[in-house]
């Protein structure tokens, strides 16, 4: 039989049991009560019916026969082999995975061993620096080591605000709340009061990190009392030494703006005591008598003493070393030196203890200029042992100015002298070449005229007194220009201004000249300049009555930029400038040495036929307007003249 007709048979068997069973099924379903055979074959058959056709359909669709065993035996073996194959491969790629994973393992516990290790470094690290390290994340400390504790006095909390408004001084947490509206600096420096109320100044660095976590605040603190005090010592020592420096420059330019010792002086004191701090000072002049005399003091306890205190050197007690041996003294507590009040008592002084009453501290200084002592400076203090080599140096860089400041005033009393001197000799050969010449010829004419009276001419006789009439006349008028030219009084009462519109009219009305004066507003000058400026005025009036022929003259006074500015012109005959130079005529040495010691300078324009200009320019600048009624500034001139 073949392999088919076993195959249908086989076929309808299973298509009989199925159908069988499903008849069986349908009858206690749906007919309970029957017993259902007939439906029970009928199912079957149908069921094998259908199977054996099922068969034959599938037969005709798919025609041969079944693949044989080896075929399938073969089938499978490839299958398995395959299956083999392709386990072989997962098996190698899980081996690869577990070595990965392995490793992977193995280096994620080899990290944490590391970062724990790490940490401990850190904490370790961290806990042995001078540095506070503190650490906030979010807001919240996290980390701080134990210098941070040490550093604040405690623990503080938070982040930046809350450690400011914890433990920073009032000024020091408004500065920093300020600065923090503005912007996140990466560090700070502040003063902070720790709980045991001791002022510490830190200094804190910021570094942020931000993450997923979040944001984490690095901050490293440092104590930087030390520093700072230093920094703040510093800069009061260069405030303290600028304000000296300046105090001396000041000096300088006050020493060379007037040549008035005692109020300069004065003035000295007082700038003194700005840097070095005294309850009384003094300034005393060596005279040429050797005694130390009294230029200058600040006496708050015998404001009317002082100026009666002159000592011979001998007697000088611990101010004569000063001066002898040139060096410096202190003496910590006078009180406690008896000879220096002695000394002063045995030079014929009463005085009393009300003296150092509030002084203990003595210091001296010598006033040397070239190495030679132009006096001393005397400092006292309330406070014993006071002064120091600070002190000392500061009073020797102070008593070189005062030296020049006694030395240009002794100049210029010397050149005083001298001036006074030279005018008294020109006033000699004035009075020599004018009017003693003029009254020798009155007296000639005078003896004329009585011969002729003897002898009956009357004529010659009044031609003879005539004469006499006229150049006793002009004598007169050449004492009354100098006389006006030597003291005038309304220059001392009213001013520059006031004598020479005097001057000018006294000129109009004797010699019939035309004058025009401007005085541009200005009033007075200093003291110290206006007399000579007067004199140039009057000696170059003067030349003009006597010499020029002019019918009209103009005189400007003005001021500008800090010079005070006399501008005489005339319309007369002129002069040949060189030769009356020469010939040493007409007052111009005279007026060119007042304008050059007032640091001006003097300018004469003339020509035969074209009359005269004279100008002198005299600065402003240099000299004190002390007890001087200028009512013009110089800036208010400038712009006027502008």
């Known amino acids: 039989m073949s392999r088919v007709f076993w195959r249908r048979l086989l076929v309808t068997a299973i298509s009989l049991v199925v159908g069988l069973s499903l008849a069986e099924g349908i009858r206690r379903l749906f007919f309970p009560q029957s017993n259902g055979w ?9 069921a094998a019916a259908l199977g054996l056709f099922l068969d034959l359909r599938l037969a005709a669709v798919f025609p041969g026969p079944f693949p044989p065993s080896e075929e399938i035996q073969t089938d499978l073996l490839q299958l398995n082999r395959e299956l083999e194959e392709r386990a072989s491969l997962h ?3 899980l081996a690869r995975l577990n070595v990965e994973l392995t490793l992977q393992i193995a280096r994620h516990q080899q990290a944490e061993d590391t970062a724990r290790l790490n940490e401990e470094r850190f904490r370790n690290l961290a806990d042995n620096i001078q540095e506070g390290l503190s650490i906030v994340e979010n807001g919240k400390m996290v ?127 007082d700038q003194i005591a700005s840097i070095i701090p005294y309850s009384g000072a003094a300034i005393y002049t060596l005279e040429e008598n050797s005694r130390l005399k009294v230029a200058a003091y600040q006496l708050p306890n015998l404001p009317h003493l002082a100026p009666s205190l002159s000592l011979p050197l001998e007697h000088a007690g611990r101010f004569r070393p000063v001066v002898t041996e040139k060096r410096v003294i202190i003496i910590e507590d006078v009180r406690g030196e008896p000879p220096l009040a002695q000394a002063h008592k045995s030079a014929g002084l009463a005085v009393p203890s009300a003296l150092f009453q509030h002084s203990h501290s003595w210091i001296g200084i010598p006033l040397l200029l070239r190495g030679e002592v132009m006096g001393l400076l005397s400092l006292t203090h309330e406070q014993p042992g006071y002064y120091t080599e600070t002190h000392t140096r500061l009073a020797q860089a102070v008593s070189h100015q005062i030296a020049v400041a006694i030395e240009n005033a002794r100049l210029y009393e010397q050149a005083q002298d001298l001036a006074t001197l030279g005018e008294r000799n020109r006033i000699a050969r004035e009075l020599h070449d004018s009017v003693t010449q003029l009254l020798y010829g009155i007296s000639l004419l005078s003896t ?25 006349l002009q004598a007169l008028q050449e004492m009354r220009l100098l006389i006006l030219e030597l003291n005038p009084p309304l220059l001392q009462k009213h001013g520059l201004a006031a004598a020479l519109k005097a ?19 200005v009033e007075r000058l200093p003291r110290a ?25 103009t005189v400007d006074l003005q001021t500008r930029s800090d010079w005070i500015i006399l ?47 004279i100008k002198a320019e005299i600065p402003l600048l240099g000299h004190s307007t002390e007890n001087s009624d200028w009512t013009r500034t110089s800036a208010e001139n400038a712009e006027k003249s502008n």
């Open 448 to 472: 004329a005229a009585s011969h002729s009276a003897n002898k009956g001419n009357v004529h010659q006789a009044q031609e003879n007194l005539t004469e006499i009439k006229d150049n006793a």
């Open 529 to 553: 300049i206006e007399p000579d400026v007067y004199r140039i005025a009057m000696e170059a009036l003067n030349n003009l009555v006597r010499y020029a022929r002019a019918k009209k003259v």
């Open 143 to 269: 980390y701080m080591n134990e210098r941070v504790c040490e550093i604040f006095g405690k623990c503080p909390e938070g982040d930046l605000r809350q450690r400011v408004r914890d433990f920073a001084t009032p000024e020091e947490a408004a500065r920093i709340n300020a600065l923090l509206t503005r912007k996140s600096p990466p560090e700070l420096q502040y003063w902070i009061r720790r709980p045991d109320g001791k002022l510490r100044c830190i200094r804190e660095h910021y570094s942020t990190v931000r993450s997923e976590e979040g944001r984490r605040l690095f901050i490293v603190t440092s104590d930087v009392t030390e520093r700072a005090q230093a920094y703040q010592n510093l800069e009061q020592a260069v405030g303290d030494r600028t304000r000296e420096l300046s105090t001396v420059l000041e000096i300088s330019q006050r020493i060379a703006s007037t040549l008035e010792l005692e109020p300069l002086l004065n003035l000295i004191l």
């Open 567 to 613: 501008d005489i012109r005339d319309n007369g005959v002129g002069f040949d400038i060189e030769r009356v130079r020469d010939g040493g005529g007409m007052g111009i040495h005279n007026m060119e040495q007042r304008a050059k010691r007032l640091g001006g300078r003097l300018e004469i324009s003339s020509r035969p036929g074209e009359g005269t200009r």
């Open 38 to 46: 007939i439906l029970f074959c009928l199912l079957g058959i149908l």
């Open 91 to 93: 098996q190698s790629e």
């Open 503 to 521: 001057s000018l009219e006294s000129i109009e009305s004797r010699a019939g000249l035309e004058t025009e004066l401007h005085t541009d507003g």
